[in-house]
């Protein structure tokens, strides 16, 4: 009950700062609206019709016009970003998983495994992650969102350094010690006391994690490296529109000032959490 409680109050204490408030419910319609495509547009986003190319934002049946060869730039949008989120997360939820045991263990530990791990991660961090998304692609097939593998793992030595720094900061603590004392197990240790401690740096890790690794499916998808058709993500709808730039400019403009928001909301919820969790630290 008292646990719970505490988490209420860190969640008042998160909407009292307007600006992460505001990202918060931003991001969560950009979600909301993505996921509920089907619902919110009739459109196909693989059609085209070339009578209808070209449209402007606000024309008559096609809230943000139309591209080149006359899809509906409001149903590619919204379809463009379920790729684009989902591809994120799941790359995201790879690099937090296996960033956050390997940092654990080489902030706690201090055997050869865990000096196996930091130079792994050393490694990994000085291979580009274009490289490394070229790299899964060819082992699981080309255009079929095998990069988000690449992805993942070229974010975890970040995790990794960032929860291996405060598991560091806190691990000869008053309470740390008190708790070996005690004769606690590492692993209750970890779980009651480590990740107590380290959750807001983990979750802010994370949300930077998220945002960059859409930053990176859009970059991929502007090269064509990501999906191939009639997959698409955001990148790809900027790159679609690129040789337009001059005339129908809202074709990229549009896609683009989407991803902006809603990396921009990623960073501000992220930094919101930790702010609200880092207030002091949990015996």
Not at 51 to 61: H, V
Not at 108 to 127: C, K, M, P
Not at 191 to 220: D, F, K, P
Request: with cysteine.
């Amino acid at each position: 009950m008292k646990k719970n409680t505490r988490y209420l109050q860190m969640l008042r204490r998160y909407f009292k700062d307007p600006l992460s408030a505001a990202a918060f419910i931003i991001f969560l319609v950009i979600v909301v609206l993505c996921m509920a495509a089907p619902l919110l547009t009739s459109y196909d986003p693989t059609v085209f019709d070339f009578n209808q190319a070209k449209l402007p934002p606000g024309s008559p049946g096609h809230l943000l016009g139309t591209d080149n060869i006359g899809r509906d730039l409001f149903a590619r949008i919204l379809y463009g970003g379920r790729a684009t989120l989902k591809t994120a997360l799941q790359a995201t939820i790879l690099s937090a998983v296996v960033g956050t045991i390997f940092g654990i263990y080489a902030g706690y530990f201090n055997n050869t495994l865990s000096n196996l791990i930091l130079r792994a991660t050393e490694i990994i961090d000085s291979i580009p992650y274009i490289l490394l998304v070229i790299m899964f692609e060819y082992m699981f097939g080309f255009g079929q969102g095998s990069f988000k593998y690449g992805l993942g793992v070229a974010a975890i030595p970040a995790m990794t350094q960032t929860v291996r720094a405060e598991v560091l900061r806190i691990k000869n603590k008053e309470y740390m010690e008190a708790a070996r004392a005690l004769g606690l197990s590492n692993l209750t240790i970890i779980r009651r006391h480590v990740l107590n401690n380290i959750a807001g740096t983990i979750v802010m890790q994370t949300c930077t994690n998220y945002a960059e690794a859409a930053l990176a499916c859009t970059v991929l998808g502007y090269l064509s490296i990501g999906f191939m058709a009639p997959k698409f993500d955001w990148g790809t709808l900027v790159s679609a529109g690129f040789n337009f730039l001059r005339t129908e400019s809202y074709i990229s403009l549009i896609p683009t000032f989407v991803i902006v928001i809603t990396s921009v909301c990623l960073n501000l919820i992220g930094k919101g959490i930790r702010d609200v969790y880092g207030n002091g630290e949990r015996a």
